[in-house]
Every structure is written in C-alpha cells, then in structure tokens.
Nanobody, 120 residues
Framework: QVQLVESGGGLVQAGGSLRLTCTAS??????MGWFRQAPGKEREFVAA???????TYYADSVKGRFTISRVFADMVYLHMNSLKPEDTAVYYC????????????????WGQGTQVTVSS
C-alpha cells in the first residue's frame, strides 16, 4: 500500500507564495498530480507530472502561477505564486493515475490533504 504525505499548507496573504510537498512511501517514481477542493465544490485538477520524461500539465486557472516539479523519484513540489483568495482549498496529492487523462481524479493513491488559505 502506497502512502502519500502532503505538507506545506498554511495561511498566506493574497499575492504571496507557498510550496507544497508530496512524498510517497515506497521510494519509486509515480506519475503524480495535485487536486484541490474548496468547501461546497467538487475536487478539481491543479497540476500533474509524469514519472517518465517529466511532462507537466496544469489547469488553466493556475498556469503561469503554479509550478509542479519532481525533487526525487518519490517526491514532488507544487510551487504556488501570486496566490489568490480563490486558491483557498484543501490540496490533495495523488499518484498512479488509472486514466491517460491526468486531469480526471482517477488515481490509485491519495494523500490526506493540506489546507491552503489565502486571505484578501
């Protein structure tokens, strides 16, 4: 069983930055993604990075502001810049997509989530 652990969430003012970290327990590389869910809303795709080749994918709402990067085979960062109040959500790390469409929330493994709150 793969466990994913997220860290780095917190409270930040609009325009500020945060870096989220996701670490997988097994040490092997996975295609990994970040999703977020705000109160009363569905979980939505944020970004993903392939385990092979490192191709990255972003939601239109975060392009140019967020960057996903792989630090080690089993660890990825989500750098979030120019944060907006509408970025407030619980952010979830996911690994091993079961679909070729990484924007769909069809992944085998999920973390517990980390809260990001952006104040105006």
């Amino acid at each position: 069983q793969v466990q994913l652990v997220e860290s780095g969430g917190g409270l930040v003012q609009a325009g500020g930055s945060l870096r989220l970290t996701c670490t997988a327990s097994t040490g092997r590389p996975y295609t990994m993604g970040w999703f977020r869910q705000a109160p009363g809303k569905e979980r939505e795709f944020v970004a993903a990075i392939r385990w092979s080749g490192g191709s990255t994918y972003y939601a239109d709402s975060v392009k140019g502001r967020f960057t996903i990067s792989r630090v080690f085979a089993d660890m990825v960062y989500l750098h979030m810049n120019s944060l907006k109040p509408e970025d407030t959500a619980v952010y979830y790390c996911a690994a091993e997509p079961t679909s070729s469409d990484y924007e769909k929330p069809f992944y085998d493994y999920w973390g517990q989530g980390t809260q990001v709150t952006v104040s105006s």
